[in-house]
């Protein structure tokens, strides 16, 4: 599996990304990334010529580019990445010294070829899209890809079940000095007042509990999860006699990465980008069929 | 009668009236109910089992609020030989239909109907299951 993530890739770090599903595009072509950034732009133009009200700090002169991660990807057989950016130029001038990025889109499948294998030939499977900034124009740009591709995006939430997954896998992963403890938050419901719990364990107790649970390096299954998950919820009970496990689990955080249930996630590590989008690329597959 | 779990508290066991049908509730949202209803199995005589027991399964409406893996639940049906019923609370005409559905069980379970015995309407709705 490549590891690697050069800088490009890197732009995905560190930022709020919020989870969408995305039907295969049709009659896309990667050879033509250039033509499809003069026409969202010109449509983006098109809104503002309309007046339509967008919001405070909205800023309609935006300069589009497109570009492809070609490293962003499970192997040859995954559609290279996409990554749409918006920047907001300055009314002075049109340097691009004076761009600020406002808004990241970013199209990707990471070992996606039982699904898109499976598809009719003018199809593009690029079935996960991260959005980063403000929703109206994750809006805009969302409707555009809509009109021109004939796709259907759909926000991907995650289920407690998927984030006790991630919790057990990213506790899995091996852990530097010094990181951040591995953090989950349940949301109790049937109060009348919203009440959230944040349990927070020490990375290296977590490490080795799921250590033990584990049994074959590599290969996790869903009993291993539920024990993993057990333990936990037990010596919480044992100190604090709540049973967790009659909670909703809404928000993940580990030094990997960092996902809430809404479907937002923060990628933290660039050794461990590619594992994530993996997942995340399933349940946005699982999402489509 | 509705209680929150297994065994029944012993003092009333002489007022009782005789129990037709066990419903299992377990909440797709809540792992506590998942087991709780696996520790209040536990207390429940074999011959409930020829089709006095069913599991109700709710919040199945839901599909993003799901802490109980599906297979969890088809494990209970398989080792313990009796259907599963899925319902929405929330939703008024799946909650008639889930309770119209339960009665005409639990009058097959008293023996009401004529001709159909609790053990071969389990026996056909766990064959109807499976297709």
Known sequence: QENAAPQKAASLLRKQWSLYSVTPLYRFSGARLGEYARLLGASIAAEKQKGLAVGVGVDLDVAVTFRSLPELRGGQRDQPAMLVQLSSRSSVSSKSSNEKLVWSGCFCCVS???????????????????????????????????????????????????????????????????????????????????????????????KALWDTVQKTPGEITQEEVDLFMDCLYSHFHRHFKIHLSATKLVKVSTAIASAHCKGTIKFLQSRHLLGVLMLLTELAISQIQ | HLATSLPLPSERDHLRPRIDLIAFMIDIKSKYSLKNVEASLAHVDASFFLGKVCFLVTGVGRVNYCSVETNAVWKLRDIYCSPVLYCELELEGVRVATAQRLLRMLQICAGHIPGVSALSFGSLLRNSEDE
């Open chain 1, 112 to 206: 996606g070829e039982d699904f898109s294998e499976n598809v009719p030939e003018d199809f593009t499977c690029l079935p996960l899209f991260l959005a980063n900034g403000a929703e109206n124009y994750t809006a805009m740009v969302g409707s555009w890809f809509q009109k021109t591709f004939d796709c259907h995006f759909c926000r991907l939430s995650i289920s407690p079940l998927n984030l006790s997954w991630m919790a057990a896998m990213w506790t899995g992963c091996s852990v530097e000095k010094n990181a951040c403890a591995t953090e989950l938050i349940f949301s109790v419901p049937c109060l009348p007042q919203p009440l959230d719990i944040s349990y927070a364990i020490h990375p290296e107790d977590a």
